[in-house]
């Protein structure tokens, strides 16, 4: 099941009560559809905008992490270039003596934390009620019976 991360409010243009002395009905109900559609584009546009700017974040990312990489694989064409294999002569106990390679990029390691949400999941989640206290609910295992 999909989440979602965005939604478009309102989602229903036309379901409200009219109030009862309205002369024309359908002039009310054009009104309220019409103000609907235009908080439903105003909604879009905010979610829109959004939208660009976590893609603007994740191009600049990719671009600096290309970037890297491209300097990365200069340097190193760079010292192969140098290299003589006449001089240079490896034995297999050296290869085996080398340390492992390490690498410098640092891994996320909290992806899951509440200052990592995203700000439509963030308001989402502000809006949900609160759950009931654990202390309010029955110890397990006894549901059904008297205490």
Known sequence: ???VKRTIEPRHLCHTVLPRNI???LECVTNISLANV???LSSLSKYAEDLFGE???EAHSFSFRVNSLQERVDRLSISVTQLDPKEEELSLQ???MR???RSSTIQDQQLFERTSLPVPMQETYE???QPPPSTSSPPTGTMGKTV
């Open 23 to 25: 002369k024309n009905e």
């Open 38 to 40: 235009i908080r439903q």
């Open 55 to 57: 893609l603007f974040n």
């Open 1 to 3: 099941m999909p989440l």
């Open 127 to 129: 809006t949900c009620e």
């Open 99 to 101: 340390k492992a390679f």
């Open 94 to 96: 050296d290869i085996t």
